[in-house]
């Protein structure tokens, strides 16, 4: 599950999660973010998975606010298809409290200055999700995310 590839990502967590994935996408369409808590451990998450990592399978379904941070980032250079004229910023998204991370797009940094750029996208930044006015059931539902102030 470790890829920058958004489309990747998302065709891997499908076939892992199956069911559970449809209904996350079919979330996105309404904007909203499911994810699952562990009735065991406590722990969450985001994109939901069927199975806990202590090993427990009894998970509760709650709905997030669609914030977090950036995990680590990288600037691309070069053009890729379905993916914002470059340069474009690349980053593993952990939404708050999630064990899961996913690849997304940040959107509204200004990139004309790449040095000025990276002083403000930095590693652990708190960003939130921005949703697209036609939403299809998959993570490209997600615009990409917002630096929050
Ligand atoms: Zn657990």
Request: a neutral charge; hydrophobic letters at 40%.
């Amino acid at each position: 599950m470790f890829t920058m590839n958004i489309r990747e990502w998302e065709r891997a967590y499908r076939e892992q999660a199956r069911n559970l994935a449809t209904k996350f996408f079919e979330n996105l369409k309404n904007e909203k973010i499911l994810g699952v808590r562990c009735k065991h451990c406590g722990k969450i998450y985001i994109p939901p998975f069927s199975v806990c990592s202590c090993g427990s399978k009894d998970l509760e379904e709650v709905f997030v606010s669609g914030e977090g941070y950036i995990e680590t980032f990288t600037i691309c250079f070069e053009r890729m298809e379905g993916y914002p004229e470059p340069p474009f910023i690349l980053a593993l998204i952990r939404l708050d409290n999630s064990e899961v991370v996913f690849p997304h797009i940040v959107i509204g940094v200004d990139l004309s200055d790449i040095n000025s750029a990276i002083r403000i996208v930095r590693v652990g930044a708190r960003v939130r999700a921005v949703f697209k006015k036609e939403r299809k059931g998959s993570l490209l539902d997600i615009e990409g995310f917002r630096l929050i102030e």
